[in-house]
């Protein structure tokens, strides 16, 4: 089968998160925080963001086979910053 790739694990940091229905769906600035279907995002989130991005996913594992739906997706550029930025972005305290 070859080699995984997983690497090896050389900390752990747990954040306290508040726990809410949206919880690790949509991020501080109401962008999806993952991909999910663009049903669901009508329902949770800002249907019309003009920077929405809608492709054709796999929203449910597993990713590599399985029916692909219109899905709604974070933008690469929305997860990255610095530790205090992402801290900030999810609404982490």
Request: glycine share 12%; hydrophobic share 35%; charged share 25%.
């Amino acid at each position: 089968m070859g080699r995984t790739g997983y690497g090896r694990t050389t900390g752990i940091e747990v954040m306290v998160v508040d726990d809410s229905a949206l919880t690790g769906l949509v991020v501080g600035n109401g962008r999806p925080a993952r991909t999910m279907p663009v049903d669901l995002w009508e329902r949770i989130g800002d249907a019309e963001h003009p920077q929405k991005v809608v492709s054709d996913e796999r929203a449910y594992p597993p990713y590599w086979t399985g029916r692909e739906e219109p899905c709604v997706s974070p933008m690469q550029v929305d997860l990255m910053g610095t530790r205090a930025e992402l801290v900030s972005m999810i609404g982490l305290h």
